[in-house]
């Protein structure tokens, strides 16, 4: 049988406005990550929106480290790439007060 899901609700998206570029921690061979990064939050919530515009820097280091800290191989298959998310959105609601993100698209992903 066939079981039907009700879709997710509709979220809002948080947009960075600048690219994450970082070095990967390869080491000998350079290599490097861009990445444009939207985080989804639960629509209609005021003050997680605001608490993330506030909060923007914080959010960059975050993200910042944690793709620092990857090398080439361990971003290289969707489900990597799928971790990663999950990692940044752990690390982030880590610090918020106002509400969770919910999802983390990757709006661009480049590894180099």
């Known amino acids: 049988s066939i079981a039907i899901i009700k879709p997710p609700p509709p979220t809002e998206s948080f947009n960075f406005p600048d690219d994450f570029r970082v070095n990967t921690a390869d080491q000998g061979e350079p290599h490097f990550i861009k990445l444009k990064i939207s985080l989804g939050y639960e629509k209609g919530n005021v003050a997680l929106a605001a608490e993330l515009g506030d909060r923007i820097h914080q959010l960059r280091d975050i993200i910042n480290l ?3 800290g990857k090398t080439k191989d361990q971003l290289s298959t969707i489900q990597q790439q799928l971790e990663l998310r ?3 959105k752990a690390s982030i609601n880590h610090i918020l007060s106002e509400g969770k993100v919910t999802n983390i698209y990757f709006d661009e992903f480049i590894v180099n």
């Open 86 to 88: 999950e990692e940044i």
């Open 66 to 68: 944690i793709l620092a």
